[in-house]
């Protein structure tokens, strides 16, 4: 069976850091492409990040660039997401997502498996 946990959500202050993590099994990571997404109250889910299977490729929403960072670890069979300089405007629920193959940013119906999200809050 296929699973996503993702966990390392909180409550932050603004400019604060926190670090996700998302962890699979069932599955090995390496051979999947991994996105971060995230729902805000009232709002769609929207991509924040995503990660090719070989890591070669990685790309973060415009909106975050420079405050947010993806990285894996495949020997963990772990994916993460680096958010530095946090707005309340970040605070939502945020999930990881994986699909068989290389490449980055697909439909969110295209992706085998989803976490079940981790909440963060950016409040002061």
């Known amino acids: 069976q296929l699973q996503l946990v993702e966990s390392g959500g909180g409550l932050v202050q603004p400019g604060g850091s926190l670090r996700l993590a998302c962890v699979a099994s069932?599955?090995?990571?390496?051979?999947?492409?991994v996105g971060w997404y995230r729902q805000a109250p009232g709002k769609e889910r929207a991509g924040v990040a995503c990660?090719?299977?070989?890591?070669?490729?990685?790309n973060v929403a415009d909106a975050i660039k420079g405050r947010f960072t993806i990285s894996r670890d495949n020997a963990k069979n772990t994916v993460y997401l680096q958010m530095d300089s946090l707005l309340p405007e970040d605070t939502g629920v945020y999930y990881c997502?994986?699909?068989?193959?290389?490449?980055?940013?697909?439909?969110?119906?295209?992706?085998?498996?989803w976490g079940q999200g981790t909440q963060v809050t950016v409040s002061s």
């Open positions: 997502a994986a699909r068989g193959g290389d490449g980055c940013w697909f439909p969110r119906n295209e992706y085998d498996v």
């Open positions: 990660m090719s299977s070989s890591g070669t490729r990685s």
């Open positions: 069932g599955f090995m990571m390496e051979y999947y492409a």
